[in-house]
Structures are given as structure tokens and as C-alpha cells.
């Protein structure tokens, strides 16, 4: 898949796709000099999965900002 491609079924930016892939959250190959990436379909599921994951491990932890849930909540008062 694409970055474009992988960007559409996430539903946010290219950027972000792009981002990932650079800190190794997303894993995909790089072909030629022009930052071509592509993306294994089992390589988004897998993503996909870990973020589950995180996600309840964080809602059984009560650790979920519920505006970025891949986020810490802020400190309780």
C-alpha cells in the first residue's frame, strides 16, 4: 500500500502515515531516492492491533484522555 493509500484507511494525514514510519511505529520499505514508501497490508493490521491494545490497557488502567487516547490522561486533582 501507499502512504496515500494507508492515509485513507486511517483516516488522517500523510503526514502522520509518514511520521510513523519514522519512528518505527508503522513499519513499511522505502524503494529509490524519492521517499517512495509501501506499506505490507499485515504491517497496517498489525499497527492496528497494537493500538487496541494500548487503548485498553489504558481504559483498564484508567489512564485514557479521552481526547488523545493514545495519550496519558492529565493528572487527576
Do not use: C, F
Not at 22 to 29: A, D, E, V
Request: glycine share 8%; net charge negative.
Amino acid at each position: 500500500m501507499t502512504i496515500e493509500q494507508v492515509a485513507d484507511e486511517l483516516a488522517t494525514s500523510e503526514v502522520q502515515i509518514r511520521a510513523m514510519l519514522k519512528t518505527g511505529q508503522l513499519k513499511g520499505i522505502q524503494i529509490g531516492g524519492r521517499n517512495v514508501w509501501r506499506i505490507g497490508r499485515q504491517d497496517l493490521e498489525d499497527l492496528i492491533q497494537d493500538v487496541y491494545r494500548q487503548v485498553s490497557e489504558r481504559i483498564a488502567a484508567g489512564d485514557l484522555d479521552e481526547d488523545n487516547p493514545l495519550h496519558p490522561a492529565p493528572p487527576r486533582p
